[in-house]
């Protein structure tokens, strides 16, 4: 919409894009379900590791992180030690790798199995919510979390389980 080109423009945006009610409704829904969800009860912080992103001018593939990889993990390490958070939650398999520097397990399983710790702060990956995740994995993980994966018809609909299994380890974790 902002017809920018992307390499003489800058734009400012949110992880997933949801700042936008175009992309919460539509290809981002369940993102914006499962932190939507989850903030009626808790404080929710969304950040990504990648301050900052942009194509550089050698491919269309290659990615402005790379360059910087070092300095942006400082820089969400200092965001983590303010905010202080109960709880570290990760999307994907290379969110958790980037963060923990650990190999990350199968994810389609119950949340407390890849448990781990940074900065003395808890960290849980789940399988990411992104279209290009199987389906079945994503069942596979609601139903490894205790809740029937029937109950969730509609891809948008996933992010309303997640929302779920971290508030029951939650409520787990304070029983």
């Known amino acids: 919409q902002a017809k920018a080109d992307k390499n003489n423009h800058v734009l400012i945006g949110t992880p997933y894009a949801l700042h936008s009610t175009k992309m919460r409704e539509g290809r981002t829904r369940p993102y914006?379900?499962?932190i939507n969800s989850l903030s009626?009860?808790?404080?929710?912080?969304?950040?990504?590791?990648?301050?900052?992103?942009?194509?550089?001018e050698n491919s269309k593939k290659e990615r402005s992180y790379v360059y910087y990889l070092n300095s942006i993990k400082d820089i969400l390490a200092r965001e983590i030690n303010f905010l202080n958070p109960d709880l570290i939650i990760t999307l994907g398999k290379e969110s958790f790798e980037q963060l923990t520097e650990k190999k990350c397990n199968k994810l389609s399983r119950e949340i407390s199995l890849n448990k781990t710790h940074i900065l003395n702060f808890p960290?849980?990956?789940?399988?990411?919510?992104?279209?290009?995740?199987?389906?079945?994995?994503?069942?596979d993980f609601i139903e490894a979390n205790n809740l029937d994966s029937s109950r969730f018809k509609k891809r948008w609909e996933y992010g309303l389980g997640y929302s779920k299994i971290i508030e029951n380890y939650l409520n787990a974790k304070m029983n």
């Open 40 to 56: 009626q009860n808790n404080f929710v912080y969304l950040t990504d590791i990648y301050k900052t992103f942009f194509y550089t």
């Open 32 to 34: 914006w379900e499962f």
């Open 123 to 139: 960290v849980i990956p789940l399988v990411h919510l992104s279209g290009a995740t199987r389906k079945q994995n994503i069942l």
